[in-house]
C-alpha cells in the first residue's frame, strides 16, 4: 500500500525554535509538494520540487522557510525560526508524470508555535 | 490571478438524496480537474479526476465538466452520512507543469 509518510505528526514548540517537518513520496514518484492549510487561508502551495530539483518556492517566507530534497525518497521543510502564525497543518504530497497532475497526501504535520 | 471557487457551504443534503457541489475556474489552459474530499483532522484524499468534457462515473459519484463554461461539478448519489466531508475542488495551472490550483472547499453536511 503506497502512501507518502510524513514526520512528525504533532510539534508543539515555542517561538524561535527551529521546526523540522519530514516527508517521504510514494516510490517512484518524481514531484514533491508542500502545503500548509489553515482555517483562514485554506490550503496554500509552498514549494514544490521535481526530480528533486526546486521548480517554485514563491509561496514561502524567504527568510525564514527553506524546503531541500536531498534525496528522491526524502523531502525536509525547515522554519527558523518558527512564530506563533506559522502554526496551521503542513502537508507533502506526491505526484508522477504518469498521472498526469494527481497528487497523493500524506498525513500532514499539526504544528503548534507557542 | 488564476482563481478556482466553490461555494464554501455548509451544504445540508438529507441522507439518500443527490448532493450537488459546484466549482468554476479562470484559466482557460486548464486541462485536468480533480475533485479530493477531505474530512475533519485528516489530509485531501483523491475521489475523481475529469480531463474531457462530459460525465465520468465512479459507482455513487459523477464528475461533469463543461470547459466552455469553465465549470467542473460532483454528483453525489445516494448520499451517505459517511459523505460529511468538505470537497476541495483542484484545478491545473494551464502553463506550469503538475501545480494545481485549489478551491478553499465545499463543506457537506449529510443529514440523517
Known amino acids: 500500500d503506497a502512501r507518502v509518510t510524513q514526520t512528525p505528526r504533532h510539534k508543539v514548540t515555542e517561538m524561535g525554535q527551529e521546526v523540522t517537518m519530514r516527508c517521504q513520496p510514494i516510490?517512484?514518484?518524481?514531484?514533491v509538494f508542500w502545503y500548509r492549510q489553515t482555517m483562514m487561508q485554506g490550503l496554500e502551495l509552498l514549494a514544490y520540487?521535481?526530480?528533486?530539483?526546486?521548480?517554485?518556492d514563491s509561496g514561502m517566507p524567504k527568510d525564514r522557510f527553506s524546503a531541500e530534497m536531498p534525496d528522491a525518497t526524502l523531502a525536509t521543510l525547515k522554519i527558523q525560526p518558527s512564530e506563533p502564525r506559522d502554526s496551521a497543518v503542513y502537508f507533502c504530497a506526491s505526484g508522477a508524470y504518469r498521472e498526469r497532475e494527481t497528487q497523493y497526501f500524506g498525513p500532514g504535520t499539526r504544528l503548534l508555535v507557542l | 490571478q488564476k482563481e478556482v471557487e466553490q461555494n464554501s457551504g455548509p451544504l445540508s443534503v438529507p441522507e439518500g438524496a443527490i448532493a450537488s457541489l459546484n466549482c468554476t475556474y479562470s484559466d482557460r489552459g486548464s486541462q485536468s480537474f480533480f475533485w479530493y474530499r477531505q474530512y475533519s483532522g485528516k489530509s485531501p484524499e483523491l475521489i475523481m479526476s475529469i480531463y474531457s468534457n462530459g460525465d465520468k462515473e465512479d459507482g455513487r459519484f459523477t464528475a461533469q465538466l463543461n470547459k466552455a463554461s469553465q465549470y467542473v461539478s460532483l454528483l453525489i448519489r445516494d448520499s451517505q452520512p459517511s459523505d460529511s466531508a468538505t470537497y476541495l475542488c483542484?484545478?491545473?495551472?494551464?502553463?506550469?507543469?503538475?501545480?494545481?490550483?485549489w478551491g478553499a472547499g465545499t463543506k457537506l453536511i449529510i443529514k440523517p
Open positions: 520540487f521535481r526530480n528533486r530539483a526546486p521548480l517554485d
Open positions: 483542484a484545478v491545473n495551472v494551464g502553463d506550469s507543469n503538475y501545480q494545481l490550483i
Open positions: 516510490l517512484g514518484h518524481n514531484t
